[in-house]
């Protein structure tokens, strides 16, 4: 009998995990830190992405920031729309609505390019530097994301204009008036806050974000929030503290640099690309961590109605 090898065999394994059983009714796949041409891992990435996507049946991708490296995008015709998005993401699971916020090396030139692509593209959707909007779980239930641009909380970014653009114009103040407002009248039994930076983090080159950390946070405890998913460290991470938010970093969208362990890790990874993949009932969320080679590196289930972590 002849055997497969082991790189066919892999995308099987992932569908024996991933498969019908755990079908949901609501799936997403997302990602940060991506746009490199194809380049440092992000074609194998997409690769993988797309096999994923369709084997959860995702119905749309979180695109977490950085989206084109180094320096973002000029104009609405930018070469890189194509090398590294249009020509990379081709997997027809991926031809789904991609929901993107903008990272900080996006900011570098222009972010209204982003928007504006919006109007050009029938899957990329940036309608603004911050949106939300509501899906169907169930007869019963929903689940409404909130996408925010993190960038401008930075105190750092908005020292230096001369290399963050515009960054500085925008107020994080009027940003977090309009999330707290969106929480208080949402209904939604499903909330899902993501952007760029990451409250938590024990990557090696960034670390917490202590802005979000003393800014943002407090408003997603306080609206019973359930996950909050960033990019921004060049790695895989889950991450819990006292609270009940669950914090997922999907930064390995590319290039990769290796992570570490901090007082709220459950779970980190850095040596190869990957994604989260989630899936949603009205009870309950099922998110794995999937590495570039189809492996199911880490895998949680959170309820809906979340408790908060127990002190260790």
Partial sequence: MRLLPMKRLLPLFAF?????????????????????????????????????????????????????????????????????????YTARSLQTPWYVVPGNHDYHTSVQAQIDYSKTSARWHMPARYYT?????????????FAIDTSPFVAAYRATPEKYGDVATQNPDEQLAWLEKQLTASTAQWKIVFGHHPVYSAGTKHG????????????????GVQLYISGHEHDLQYLRDEGSVHYFVSGAGSEVR???????????????????????????????????????????????RTSAAPHS
């Fill in 208 to 223: 917490n974000t202590k802005e979000l950390v003393v800014r943002l946070k407090p408003l997603l405890e306080k609206y």
């Fill in 16 to 88: 024996i995990l991933l498969g019908p059983s755990l079908r949901a009714d609501l799936a997403f796949v997302a990602l940060g830190d991506w746009g490199r041409d194809g380049k440092n891992g992000q074609r194998e990435n997409a690769v993988q992405l797309g096999q994923t996507a369709d084997t959860i049946h995702s119905q749309l991708v979180l695109a977490l920031g950085d989206n084109f490296y180094d320096d973002g995008v000029k104009t609405v015709t930018d070469s890189q729309w194509h090398t590294s998005f249009e020509d990379i």
């Fill in 133 to 145: 909007w509501t899906e169907k779980v169930d007869d019963h239930a929903t689940a409404q994301f």
């Fill in 258 to 304: 290796g992570t570490g362990k901090g007082p709220q890790t459950v779970f980190s990874f850095g040596d190869t690309s990957g994604f989260l993949a989630a899936q949603l009932t009205a009870d309950s969320a099922h998110l794995q961590f999937v590495d570039t080679h189809g492996k199911i590196l880490y895998h949680t289930d959170v309820p809906c």
